[in-house]
T-cell receptor, first 114, second 110 residues
Framework: GAGVSQTPSNKVTEKGKYVELRCDPISGHTALYWYRQSLGQGPEFLIYFQGTGAADDSGLPNDRFFAVRPEGSVSTLKIQRTERGDSAVYLC????????????FGQGTRLTVV | EDKVVQSPLSLVVHEGDTVTLNCSYEVTNFRSLLWYKQEKKAPTFLFMLTSSGIEKKSGRLSSILDKKELFSILNITATQTGDSAVYLCADAGNNRKLIWGLGTSLAVNP
């Protein structure tokens, strides 16, 4: 597509529920990043993919968070047993290569856990 | 530990003023330094800097990198209210993930 697309744009869920956030990167971009951002903070790294594999998942806060990119394109971030502290904007970005080129961001998914 | 520090954290100016935003970094295996503008949700890309001393320009915005002193600046001349945003600096450092600063919140008053 023309840009990085994230769905849904907003998600409100109850504490303890499971959520999936989707990211559709720019076509042909091999690197895909997930970040989350709280108010007044810079983006916090979660995980990045090079192709289908998670090259670095060191930013995932705990085992409730998981992400996949089975065909090397669309990625899904999955959060189990959501907690109120998971509320944030979840940003996805893609770049043509890892690290050496600019990353383009989607509009993010605002997750609110009530 | 890799880190990126931006200053000031916030800035209020009047339309027409010139501003300089600072970004210093300490990273292993430096690859590139990126500037983004964030108005609502998603950061939008401004510049990527990889070489020292070469200024990049886009309209009223310009940026330069000093790899010896490990910093970059972003200049905005003749500021407009539409420049109001958070400006983020990021380094594609070790492990190739982006290391972000906290951003500079710029408010341009009419």
């Amino acid at each position: 597509g023309a840009g990085v697309s994230q769905t849904p744009s907003n998600k409100v869920t109850e504490k303890g529920k499971y959520v999936e956030l989707r990211c559709d990167p720019i076509s042909g971009h091999t690197a895909l990043y997930w970040y989350r951002q709280s108010l007044g903070q810079g983006p916090e790294f979660l995980i990045y993919f090079q192709g289908t594999g998670a090259a670095d998942d060191s930013g995932l806060p705990n085992d409730r968070f998981f992400a996949v990119r089975p065909e090397g394109s669309v990625s899904t971030l999955k959060i189990q047993r959501t907690e109120r502290g998971d509320s944030a904007v979840y940003l996805c970005a893609s770049s043509a290569t890892v690290g050496g080129s600019e990353a383009f961001f989607g509009q993010g998914t605002r997750l609110t856990v009530v | 530990e890799d880190k990126v520090v931006q200053s000031p954290l916030s800035l209020v100016v009047h339309e027409g003023d010139t501003v300089t935003l600072n970004c210093s970094y300490e990273v292993t295996n430096f690859r590139s330094l990126l500037w983004y503008k964030q108005e609502k949700k998603a950061p939008t890309f401004l510049f990527m800097l990889t070489s020292s001393g070469i200024e990049k320009k886009s309209g009223r915005l310009s940026s330069i990198l000093d790899k010896k002193e490990l910093f970059s600046i972003l200049n905005i001349t003749a500021t407009q209210t539409g420049d109001s945003a958070v400006y983020l600096c990021a380094d594609a450092g070790n492990n190739r993930k982006l290391i972000w600063g906290l951003g500079t919140s710029l408010a341009v008053n009419p």
